[in-house]
């Protein structure tokens, strides 16, 4: 976490700076989970994965939103991202 | 005493309409509201807030479902989940503002339903072919979705386009079909399985309200 602790505490003034938000905000990406998501959902509704790793990995993402959600949440206004 | 709120599912030419479906918040019946040309087809329910699960987000749309069958076929303007009103009067009030576009909607519907096709490369067959993904601008999946687009867009009369949010998916849409051109429709996504489905799978939905094609904000008590 130090990682993520440093960038609340300083400004960004260096490529190193840029590239490390832009690293979080892929790292906390919530459309890419949502997209995930739906491509779980609609693998299921095609057969190609069983009721078993459908719900597995539903659970997983749900798990992994929450938290991304949590993260950007707590980061919000606190990071900027630079170069998108 | 439990407070009773109003939850909408949507808006039909005024009818007076009473059907016993399992409704959002465990609502066992859904009644119509009047104003002017127009009825909202509500049920009650305890909370401002319903919940976004599962459970509700299929309720809310079994409830469009069973309105679009009833009577042989009704046009409805779909709310989105979660439009609930303190009263009948905050209700018509909404109603009463947009009566003029909720009833050009419901025009520009009529006699339609919306039916969703999505087309899924097989995982193989970007490989097999040697080739980019097929959410890419490969010619070959190009020539594909230009197919398998011209083939839906003859039978319909207006489509919309969904996102691509899997590298596999070739082609996400929605169309708004004539209920009388059904058969060419499904006819079109047959011929689409004959010519392509030796590289691609195709996820056929609907009957659905016309989610995609109507764009009403209406204000929410």
Redo the contacts between chains.
């Keep these: 976490m130090f990682l993520l602790d440093d960038l609340l505490v300083r400004p960004f003034t260096s490529l190193a700076g840029i590239i490390h938000a832009m690293a979080i905000e892929e790292m906390h990406d919530t459309d890419a989970i949502r997209d995930d998501m739906k491509e779980n959902r609609l693998l299921y509704e095609l057969g190609e994965r069983s009721e078993e790793e459908y719900e597995r990995r539903a659970e997983a993402l749900r798990a992994e939103l929450d938290a991304a959600e949590q993260a950007r949440e707590r980061l919000s206004g606190k990071v900027e991202v630079k170069g998108r | 005493m439990t407070d009773e709120y109003l939850y909408t599912y949507g808006v039909v030419e005024r009818a007076d309409l009473e059907l016993d479906v399992e409704g959002v918040c465990g609502a066992t019946r859904a009644f119509t509201v009047d104003c002017g040309a127009l009825s909202a087809v509500v049920s009650t329910v305890d909370t401002l807030e319903p919940a976004r699960e599962e459970a509700n987000l299929r309720a809310h749309d079994d409830v469009l479902r069973a309105v679009m069958e009833d009577d042989g076929g009704r046009a409805v303007v779909p709310m989105r989940f979660g439009m609930v009103f303190k009263n009948h009067e905050a209700l018509e009030n909404v109603l009463r503002e947009g009566e003029h576009e909720i009833a050009e909607s419901l025009e520009s519907i009529e006699g339609c339903v919306e039916l969703g096709v999505?087309l899924?490369a097989d995982?193989d067959a970007g490989a097999d072919a040697g080739t980019a993904g097929p959410g890419s601008a490969d010619p070959d999946w190009e020539a594909l979705r230009a197919d398998a687009t011209e083939r839906l867009s003859a039978v319909s009369v207006r489509e919309a386009e969904g996102?691509l949010?899997?590298d596999?998916?070739v082609l996400n849409r929605s169309y708004l079909v004539e209920q009388d051109d059904r058969e060419a429709f499904n006819a079109a996504v047959d011929a689409i399985v004959d010519a392509h489905g030796d590289r691609l799978?195709v996820?056929y939905t609907g009957p659905w309200a016309p989610y995609n094609f109507v764009d009403i904000a209406v204000g929410r008590a």
Aim: no cysteine; net charge positive.
């Design positions: 999505k899924v995982a996102d949010f899997s596999r998916l799978s996820q």
